[in-house]
């Protein structure tokens, strides 16, 4: 019996490319169809060229794409990451120098820095107490004694402008599943804020504060909890409308919830644990930058994947967008970040004092949440452009150019089909569907800070130029 | 320059509305700047850098809604804090107005119907022959649509089809019933055991419709495209059609249409047929009899005979019990012309046959011809009878308006009556005229309205001319476009309008006859 026969003793289910008036013709008979909208692929020659020498390789089974993907994708689904410690960036954070100072995204030099991280250099530094004034920061980051390096080279994460400096504390969190680590600072909160790119005297004042009140007071106590486990955190807090990046109520209030008793047992200063308890209360991205190390973490354990095709890296400098690959080691692929098209400002504020995309927060989306699972997140949906059917369809999109489905993180409103999950470059190309990232927005000049938030589309040169480099690399 | 503000105890706003409502409220025209925020201390220090934190604001709280609008003067400023609570109001109400997800790829496509068997591609041609094989890659049977699909791009569709058992339907294949399912361009029939494989995409549409008026049903029509019958492609479609419906079941008789096929091709259907037990009925359009004979199939020579054939042994009645009703037919068609000829005045001579369906066009082409001597068309059967310009009537003329010099940048004539209704009026003028003949094919994927669309026209053409109209309406009681109010309306219109092309192009063949054209 033929597949033809079977065919014709099965339900007929068709999926229609093309005049949508066969997809009504096929309803109004009762018959079960799904629509595509279809529209021709918008890349040149060379990527054409990729996409056929790609098929190739996976025809003439060079290397199992398949099989890479399913083992990096598992990889980053069963990672089981859990925050264990916490400590100063020169003693935790592999690679740390005395002198080095780490940044968001992709390699950047002082001369190409925008204005953001330029201003987080320099509030950095004076925090470092490397320098007493800006105009004397200002010489000593351009004299190239003070070496930079983007955060992902050393395992860990930062929001924004991303810097760390090597008295700042970090947490450190550990994917128990695979026993790789990432780290990540502390955030300070909205406004007028160092990863923003501001450096006044309060920035600095609070950034001291944290090291020496804020950091020793959590430390105590997650030493004493004997860790948190942040896999359900973060499950949790989706199914409480965050998406993990540009809400983080929920986590925040989640992690509240563990700290809390902790902070008072381990702490003896009333004064203290009240000041530590208000600053976590109010602040809702408090668990951003956790959230952050939670999808380093997860997604560092399906690294170097021999053929694999699933993006490991989405981050930001502000000046550059880069990715990386898992089958294509620690090369990055980058294009110009560009200005988040919609988004949505704060009073006083327009498009034309918004820098460039930036932040190492798009690891969230990486990893499958953050702007991939908007449909969990109505109270933010808005900036997506309108309702929460928007944000739904977005989520959805995504679908369209990942792996697979997450099986612990999990979006209720769609039947708690788990969040698209592994972004894979092929799909992202073959289908000219660019993952789309939540974003918050940093003022293109130093010293000012957060000026809005909102949604941009991950540039689809760096996922062109990454396919060339795969069959290039695999042929 | 003035600022003014309102603050709305315990009247909570999400952020992001409020940023909308701010976004419209900076559109106010003499609105410098406006901020609609919370009172937390952060939006506070925010609406103080930009000089709008009024005094009243100083004590207010997260729950509290602060407005405030810089401009031009105290008018506009107080305009436009109505305008912000307008806005805001409309927020709250604000319905969802857009639609459920639709995928932008197979792949898409697939995670919401995962168990899908069939994709439907109308796509460029450029394009379509990539989908196809991609969804052959996934063990899905296809229905090419599209046309002018690379060669190369397209035999390989259909080798792989071949070598994994799916069906490739196409490209350029505009009708298939699979089961039961209109696709494409195709009529709501009967289902039942007639089984079909058309090269021929109105041809598909003409059987099956006739089947189904006369008491028969389908079991499977599968459309494989014109161009499947060259020595290129060798026929493939068309064999992985025919041998399903010789192992199916459900398949009692099974009809083959087409052009005659290349001899290569022919070949291998012999090889198919060999074996094979059930009833075949073999139209091949313009073949000879013995070319048919040597698959083992009941030679016919037109689209309607073909489907009466199969009725007849669907239902178990012989052969030659059919041939002699055919036979017998043809009086009544003669008597019926004779009638329709009385009509027409001296000087009227010539036959103008406008097709939508260029099977039917071909068909009528063939028929003619034998009767009638040579037509002149933009498809003629010999080259010398090609019009010079196929935009213009030469003698007796049949033209295919579904044929590329028509129909680029323009909807299929089936879709759009336009270009039609226009020549129509045209061969109206023509005082040399005796026949309009028409071919109207209802079903899905055509034209829903063909009453508004074509009957005006016809009445237009009774003011101008006395020429007789015969349309052939090809399509079932069960199409959307409702055939009965559609052959109403025509007659009531003054056409002679009949459901078989060969009859109705028999009738005005004997027409042209009677009054010696």
Not at chain 1, 135 to 145: F, H, M, P, V, W
Not at chain 1, 176 to 190: D, F, P, Q, R, V
Not at chain 1, 353 to 364: L, R, Y
Not at chain 2, 344 to 356: D, I, T, V
Request: aromatic letters at 6%; hydrophobic letters at 40%.
């Amino acid at each position: 019996m033929s597949k033809v026969n079977d065919l014709f003793k099965s339900e007929l289910k068709v999926i229609n490319i093309g005049l949508t008036s066969f997809a009504e013709s096929l309803k109004e008979t009762g018959y079960k169809v799904v629509h595509v909208d279809w529209s021709p692929p918008a890349f040149g020659d060379d990527v054409r060229e990729a996409l056929d020498k790609f098929n190739e390789i996976v025809s003439t089974k060079k290397v199992d794409v398949d099989k890479a993907n399913r083992e990096a994708f598992n990889r980053l689904v069963s990672a089981r990451p859990k925050l264990v410690r916490m400590g100063k960036a020169i003693d935790l954070v592999p690679g740390m120098k005395k002198n080095m100072l780490l940044h968001a995204g992709p390699p950047v030099t002082w001369d190409r820095m925008c204005g953001p991280m330029k201003g987080a250099v320099l509030g950095a530094i004076l925090y470092e107490g490397w320098a007493e004034t800006v105009e004397d920061a200002e010489k000593l980051a351009a004299s190239g004694n003070i070496e930079f390096s983007p955060c992902h080279h050393h395992q860990a994460v930062g929001p924004m402008a991303g810097i760390v400096s090597p008295s700042m504390p970090v947490f450190e969190v550990v994917n128990e599943a695979y026993g790789n680590k990432s780290y990540t600072n502390m955030n300070e909160g909205l406004g007028k804020v160092l990863r923003m790119g501001a450096y006044s005297k309060e920035v600095i004042e609070r950034l001291r504060w944290m090291e020496q009140v804020l950091y020793p007071t959590l430390a105590r106590a997650i030493e004493y909890l004997g860790g948190i486990d942040l896999k359900n955190i973060l499950a949790q807090a989706l199914h409480m409308g965050d998406e993990g990046h540009n809400r983080n109520r929920a986590a925040t209030s989640l992690l509240f919830r563990q700290l809390a008793p902790a902070i008072v047992k381990t702490t003896n200063d009333p004064d203290v644990v009240e000041r530590v308890l208000k600053f976590i209360d109010g602040n809702d991205h408090f668990f951003l930058n956790i959230s952050m190390a939670t999808a380093k973490a997860s997604l560092d354990a399906a690294r170097n994947i021999e053929g694999s095709t699933m993006v490991v890296v989405m981050a930001r400098n502000g000046t550059d967008f880069g990715i990386q690959v898992s089958g294509l080691g620690d090369e990055w692929f980058t294009a110009p970040a560009e200005v988040p098209p919609n988004a949505l400002y704060f009073p006083g504020f327009t498009k034309d004092d918004a820098n460039p995309d930036i932040g190492d927060s798009s690891i969230t989306e990486t990893a499958g949440w953050g702007g991939f699972a908007i449909a969990a997140a109505p109270a933010i949906v808005q900036f997506t452009g309108g309702t929460p059917q928007d944000a739904i369809n977005k989520t959805k999109m995504m679908y369209e150019i990942t792996i697979g489905e997450n099986t612990t993180y999990q979006i209720p409103y769609l039947n708690f089909r788990g969040t698209p999950t592994g972004i894979d470059i092929k799909s992202v190309v073959e289908k000219g569907i660019p993952p789309f990232i939540d974003t918050g927005i940093a003022h293109k000049l130093p010293g000012i800070g957060q000026v809005g938030a909102g949604l941009v589309d991950a540039p689809m040169e760096v996922f062109k130029k990454a396919l060339i480099a795969f069959v290039k690399k695999y042929s | 320059m003035a600022v003014k503000g309102i603050l709305k105890k315990g009247e909570y706003y999400d952020s992001v509305t409020l940023m909308l409502v701010q976004k419209d409220a900076l559109n106010i025209p003499g609105v410098e700047d406006a901020a609609i925020v919370m009172g937390t201390l952060q939006n506070k220090s925010i609406l103080e850098n930009s000089g709008m934190l009024l005094e009243e604001f100083k004590n207010a709280t997260d729950a509290d809604l602060l407005i405030a609008v810089k401009g031009k003067d105290d008018e506009v400023v107080e305009k436009a804090l109505k305008e912000i609570e307008n806005l805001l109001r409309k927020s709250r109400s604000k319905s969802e107005g857009s639609s459920d997800y639709v995928p932008k790829s197979l792949d898409g496509a697939l995670k919401i119907m995962p168990d899908a068997n069939l994709v439907l591609i109308s796509v460029a041609g450029k394009y379509a022959g990539d989908e196809a094989i991609k969804a052959l890659s996934k063990d899905l049977h296809v229905m090419i649509f599209s046309d002018n699909v690379p060669k190369e791009k397209a035999l390989r569709a259909k080798q792989i089809g071949y070598e994994k058992g799916l069906l490739v339907m196409g490209p350029d294949c505009g009708t298939a019933i699979i089961n039961g399912a209109p696709l494409g361009f195709a009529n709501v029939v009967e289902r039942g055991d007639i089984g079909i494989v058309s090269a021929a995409g109105t041809g598909l549409q003409e059987v099956s419709s006739i089947i189904s008026n006369n008491g028969g049903g389908i079991s499977q029509a599968i459309g494989t495209g014109g161009i499947d019958m060259k020595e290129y492609y060798g026929g493939l479609s068309f064999i992985t059609g025919l041998k399903a419906l010789i192992d199916d079941d459900e398949t009692k008789v099974i009809v083959l249409i087409s052009k005659p096929p290349h001899e290569s091709v022919l070949k291998k259907l012999q090889d198919v047929l060999k074996n094979n037990k059930k009833p075949v009925v073999g139209c091949f359009l313009g073949a000879n009899k013995e070319i048919v004979e040597s698959l083992g199939a009941y030679p016919v020579s037109t689209l309607e005979e073909a489907a009466l054939l199969a009725v007849s042994l669907s239902k178990g009645t012989s052969f030659d019990k059919f041939k002699k009703e055919i036979e017998e037919r043809e009086e009544l068609i003669k008597n019926e012309a004779k009638e329709l000829a009385k009509h027409l005045k001296p000087g009227q001579k010539y036959f103008r046959g406008l097709f939508q369906g260029g099977t039917l066009a071909y068909e009528t082409e063939l028929i003619l011809t034998d009767m009638i001597g040579d037509v002149y068309s933009n498809v003629p059967l010999k080259p010398e009878f090609k019009l010079k310009d196929s935009w213009k009537s030469e003698k007796h003329t049949i033209v295919d308006l579904g044929e590329d010099e028509f129909t680029v940048g323009r909807p299929h004539p089936q879709i759009d009556f336009q270009l039609r209704n226009k020549r129509i009026l045209e061969e109206a003028k023509d005082p040399e005229v005796a026949v309009i003949y028409l071919d109207v094919v209802i079903g899905y994927g055509t034209n829903r309205h063909p009453i508004e669309d074509l009957v005006p026209t016809l009445e237009e053409v009774r003011k101008i001319s006395n020429a007789l109209v015969i349309v052939n309406v090809t399509g079932t009681d069960k199409d959307p476009q409702n055939k009965r109010a559609l052959i109403t309306a025509l007659k009531n219109a003054s056409a002679h309008v009949y459901e078989r092309n060969a009859y109705a192009s028999k009738v005005a063949g004997y027409v042209i006859k009677e009054i010696g054209g």
